[in-house]
């Protein structure tokens, strides 16, 4: 009897011990699984966090270039306009200058009879402003005698600060040879010219 509970007490203790040790082992992997979980969810937390971090840092990056261009940019274009608008000022005074009395004296009977080669001087018309018509309509009537006989006018019209326009009598058509349409005409040429200068400046 003795023997037999003897025997019973130490099968139950191996079978203790070994049901405790399965059961450690069990948990022991467990345990190994969960950390290994973590561990891997916090690398790739990391690896996501440097990923975006390299991410803001590119755009931020590029995002500081495009200003630097952008500013660049508008810098050229900023003295472009102002170097454009200098000497667009300066061809039109200069214009304006070289429309003297003697200049129109002499430049609008040239005008005005090649002009009538092809056209009737009846319905022609000279436009200049009052100060300057003031100054040349002698030397005009006198150079264009033979036009006006015909029915060419000369008068005055303020809309013309400088230079001169001719057209037909009812306005329906004319060429403007006016400080400011000149001066447009050179500046048509000017603005594509400063733009590749600047442009070559650039480089």
Same mark, same amino acid.
């Given at each position: 009897?003795?023997?037999?509970?003897?025997?019973?007490?130490?099968?139950?203790?191996?079978?203790?011990?070994?049901?405790a040790e399965n059961s450690a082992s069990q948990k022991i992997a467990e345990a190994q699984? !969960? /950390? =290994? &979980? $973590?561990?891997?969810? @916090? %690398? +790739? !937390? /990391? =690896? &996501? $966090?440097?990923?975006? @971090? %390299? +991410? !803001?840092?590119a755009r931020l990056e590029k995002a500081g270039e495009d200003a630097i261009r952008q500013a660049g940019r508008n810098l050229l274009l900023t003295f472009r306009d102002g170097i454009t608008k200098e000497l667009?000022?300066?061809i039109s005074d200069e214009i304006s200058k070289s429309y003297s009395k003697d200049m129109l004296s002499k430049l609008i009977p040239e005008v005005i009879k090649e002009w009538v080669k092809n056209s009737s001087a009846e319905d022609i018309s000279v436009l200049l402003n009052e100060?300057?018509?003031?100054?040349?309509?002698?030397?005009?009537?006198?150079?264009?005698?033979?036009?006006?006989?015909?029915?060419?006018?000369?008068?005055?019209?303020n809309s013309v600060s400088s230079g001169f326009r001719i057209g037909v009598k009812d306005g329906a058509a004319f060429y403007d040879y006016s400080a400011e349409?000149?001066?447009?005409?050179?500046?048509?040429?000017?603005?594509?010219r400063v733009s590749a200068l600047m442009k070559e400046a650039a480089k």
């Open positions: 009897m003795d023997t037999h509970v003897e025997e019973l007490i130490d099968r139950i203790k191996k079978d203790g011990v070994a049901a699984k !969960e /950390a =290994d &979980k $973590i561990i891997l969810n @916090a %690398k +790739e !937390e /990391a =690896d &996501k $966090i440097l990923r975006q @971090a %390299k +991410e !803001e840092t667009s000022a300066l100060k300057q018509l003031k100054e040349t309509e002698d030397l005009l009537k006198a150079a264009l005698k033979a036009e006006i006989s015909k029915g060419l006018t000369i008068k005055a019209d349409a000149v001066a447009d005409m050179f500046s048509a040429y000017l603005n594509p």
